[in-house]
């Protein structure tokens, strides 16, 4: 194994973390401001029905 | 050897709009809590879903083989396929030592370093998040590891058959002259171990969808064997009438023979084969929906790559830390980078 096969190798593993991170992110990002969002307009909810 | 401009184009462009999709069950899942007033997180106990009950029934019927049902229905694959004389004479002994190499391998390498990155490298990557997600219903999971998964494994593969410098890690995929169910585990080692989907499942998993995985995995197993397999299994499909409607939606949302058979041929000249798109492995939507789809309904004459000369097992699973001997080929020590 010589160093352009080493780079080709950590080429390679950078393309696949970056097939793998933005996934991720996307997925934690949008289950994380579900929960979030939802659970807010909730509580604006119950808020505003125990002020009538 | 330069990518295509309007290859990296349209590479840029499905990308844009593969974020869009990444996250459509998450806006669907959403949209659907906020009309009927649901909030899973605060219940206390998960609800019972009706399929779930079935597959933990299913489960428990398998017993000590639950672990073993995927690769028992491969053997049984292969073994169908060979009492057939479906490889007929193409199975020579290098072609069989790369296909058992690559087999025992994604046993013996690729399950305990993905268990072992799974229960000891997530818990530092990702501290504190084990089980945060879950609340998520479990048919929602299910929609979510299917897009998550299978979409991340067509642009991993796609990827290695459109970036020129990608490509040698997965040609082994594709130098069998057969089509057999041992194609689906047929790859180089490093192409296998780096597998995006992989990680972004055990993440998935890490963080609370695991039953959702589990189902996900084992139905995406049974696709893309089937699609691999020389069984044409598909083809009553095209050939009676009445399944013509069923067989229309059949090819465009899972991977068949016929469409990834297309994608394994040694040739494009004859109409069928198609190894420049189809890249799908369990559901070939993705295909349809980026343009790289080609439905022919029929089977390729020749499988492979046409200049193959057969390399060393060694080197068709462990390139580049093990050259070809082959003069000229792409996995030599000078090998060109053809693509």
């Known amino acids: 194994m010589r160093l352009q096969d080493l780079t080709l190798l950590v080429k390679k593993v950078l393309v696949g ?26 509580r604006t909810e119950q808020v505003s029905s125990h002020a009538k | ?19 869009l999709i990444y996250a459509l069950p998450v806006a669907l899942m959403f949209l659907t809590f906020y009309l009927t ?22 489960e428990r019927g398998l017993g000590p083989f639950q672990d073993y049902a995927l690769t028992v229905f491969v053997i049984v694959l292969g073994i169908l396929e060979f009492s057939f004389g479906l490889y007929e004479k193409r199975w020579t002994k290098t072609e069989r030592s790369i296909d058992i190499a690559c087999f025992a391998a994604s046993y ?72 057999g169910m041992a194609m689906a585990s047929r790859q180089n080692l490093i ?39 020389c069984i044409p299994w598909d083809k009553p499909f095209y050939k009676y009438k009445v399944l013509r409607p069923a067989a229309w939606v059949l090819e465009r949302l ?50 492979g790559i046409s200049h193959y000369q057969g390399d060393q097992w060694y080197a068709q699973l462990l390139w580049p830390i093990f050259k070809s001997k082959v003069e000229g080929s792409e996995l030599a020590a000078n090998g060109p980078m053809v693509k």
């Not at chain 2, 401009?5 to 590479?11: G, L, S, Y």
């Not at chain 2, 007033?37 to 299913?58: D, E, L």
């Not at chain 2, 995006?196 to 893309?224: E, R």
Request: with cysteine.
């Open chain 2, 108 to 179: 013996i390498v690729i399950r305990p370093f993905t268990t072992y990155v799974g229960l000891k490298v997530l818990p530092i990557v990702l501290p504190g998040l084990k089980n945060l997600y879950v609340w998520v219903p479990f048919l929602w999971g299910v929609f979510i590891i299917c897009i998550a998964d299978d979409l991340t494994q067509y642009w991993y593969h796609r990827l290695h058959h459109q970036i020129p410098w990608l490509w040698r890690f997965h040609r082994t995929h594709h130098s069998a002259a057969y089509m």
């Open chain 2, 254 to 303: 899972i991977s068949t023979p016929a469409t990834h058979h297309a994608h394994h041929a040694a040739s494009t000249d004859d109409g069928i084969g198609y190894y420049k798109g189809n890249f799908g492995n369990m559901f070939f939507l993705w295909d349809v929906i980026f343009g790289t789809a080609h439905i022919s309904r029929e089977y390729p004459k020749a499988y």
């Open chain 2, 191 to 229: 192409y296998t171990i780096f597998f995006s989907q992989i990680y972004l499942t055990a993440a998935l998993v890490y963080l609370g969808l695991g039953g959702p995985a589990l189902i996900v995995l084992g139905l995406k197993g049974v696709i893309t064997t089937l699609a691999h397999s």
């Open chain 1, 17 to 42: 973390a970056v097939a793998t991170v933005v996934p991720l992110l996307i997925l934690l990002g949008g289950l994380h401001l579900t929960r979030r969002m939802l659970t807010d307009s909730s």
């Open chain 2, 1 to 19: 050897m330069k990518m295509d401009a309007d290859v990296r184009q349209k590479i840029i462009g499905n990308g844009l709009a593969s974020l």
């Open chain 2, 37 to 58: 007033n649901q909030r899973p997180w605060q219940q206390t106990a998960p609800s019972s879903v009706p399929i779930v009950r079935y597959y933990q029934s299913f």
